[in-house]
């Protein structure tokens, strides 16, 4: 098993930046993908970005590529996603996840850990 703790949320004003960061305790690290989702208030979990074991490939949501910077340090069992340019629909609890097998990146279905989340809010 793994263990996920999210930090890094704030308020932020439209065009600004955060950095999340997801530290992992548990089980190896490397061995490990690891996702970002989100979920906004009446809305459904959302996928935003995913990194390998490796961190030689990531995948972004269409509405974040170019914007958002998913990496990991596996030397320090972390994961982070840079986001600048933010926006106010970017408004959101966003959650660290993790599998060592991912049927589907984009699928939270697909990760069976979870982080308890943090408030990222955009305001304009």
């Known amino acids: 098993q793994v263990q996920l703790v999210e930090s890094g949320g704030g308020l932020v004003q439209a065009g600004g930046s955060l950095r999340l960061s997801c530290a992992a305790s548990?089980?190896?690290?490397?061995?490990?993908?690891m996702g970002w989702f989100r979920q906004a208030p009446g809305k459904e979990r959302e996928f935003v970005a995913a990194?390998?074991?490796?961190?030689?490939?990531?995948y972004y949501a269409n509405s974040v590529k170019g914007r958002f910077t998913i990496s990991r340090d596996n030397a320090k069992n972390t994961v982070y996603l840079q986001m600048n340019s933010l926006r106010p629909e970017d408004t959101a609890v966003y959650y660290c996840?993790?599998?060592?097998?991912?049927?589907?990146?984009?699928?939270?279905?697909?990760?069976?850990?979870w982080g308890q989340g943090t408030q990222v809010t955009v305001s304009s």
């Open positions: 990194v390998y074991w490796s961190g030689s490939m990531t």
């Open positions: 996840a993790a599998n060592t097998v991912i049927s589907s990146w984009q699928e939270a279905g697909a990760y069976d850990y």
């Open positions: 548990g089980r190896a690290f490397s061995s490990y993908a």
